[in-house]
């Protein structure tokens, strides 16, 4: 559209030079999730209904709960994040046929912030479950085998971590779903996170 040509470009970031948008697609997000959900249930051996009833002094109860918490969240957020791109599309791309550049810019920039405040939270509150999970199961001490809470604590943590990075690439995919629909504005790889 060549009247776009005043777009901004201060989004513009080059692109990795191993970034591929096929990679991102919603078929991969679906095996990822599928893939959390397993991770979940490898060690859970306990239902839903079960786990908190088990808290108090089995650590696979205690272990089932919160990575089912935390596999909650990350879904929550993400699909708060398709969310936000599914309203926004169709706006941005009527303002843009419109001609009315600098609305859907406007726009755009509202979702995007949307997107990453909703990444922030999600990442904020996995964060904080696994640190719960990890004093929970800790709290178990000198009535489960160490070894047992040492394999319980490590796999919570490893859970958390891979949910933050599904996290991290649903926000990354939401915020260029937005930039694409703005042919002269670059995709921008995930940002960092401390």
Not at 129 to 143: C, F, H, I, N, P
Not at 156 to 166: D, E, Q, T, V
């Amino acid at each position: 559209m060549q009247a776009q040509s005043g777009a901004s470009t201060h989004w513009g970031i080059s692109h990795s030079p191993f970034f591929f948008p096929f990679w991102r697609t919603e078929t991969m997000r679906k095996l990822q999730v599928l893939l959390l959900g397993v991770a979940v249930l490898s060690m859970g051996l306990v239902g839903p209904n079960q786990a908190r009833a088990a808290h108090c002094d089995d650590p696979f109860g205690v272990y089932a709960e919160y990575a089912r918490a935390i596999v909650a969240v990350t879904f929550r957020g993400t699909d708060a994040m398709d969310d936000v791109v599914d309203e926004a599309t169709p706006r941005i791309r009527r303002l843009l046929n419109a001609g009315m550049y600098e609305r859907a810019r406007g726009l755009a920039g509202e979702a995007i912030d949307k997107i990453e405040s909703l990444g922030d939270k999600t990442h904020g509150k996995i964060r904080e479950l696994a640190t719960e999970g990890v004093r929970a199961l800790k709290a178990l001490e000198g009535d489960v085998p160490s070894d047992v809470l040492r394999r319980l604590i490590s796999k919570l943590l490893k859970l958390a971590k891979r949910a933050a990075n599904f996290v991290s690439d649903a926000e990354e995919d939401s915020v260029n779903s937005i930039k694409r629909l703005f042919p002269q504005v670059s995709e921008v790889p995930r940002r960092s996170r401390s």
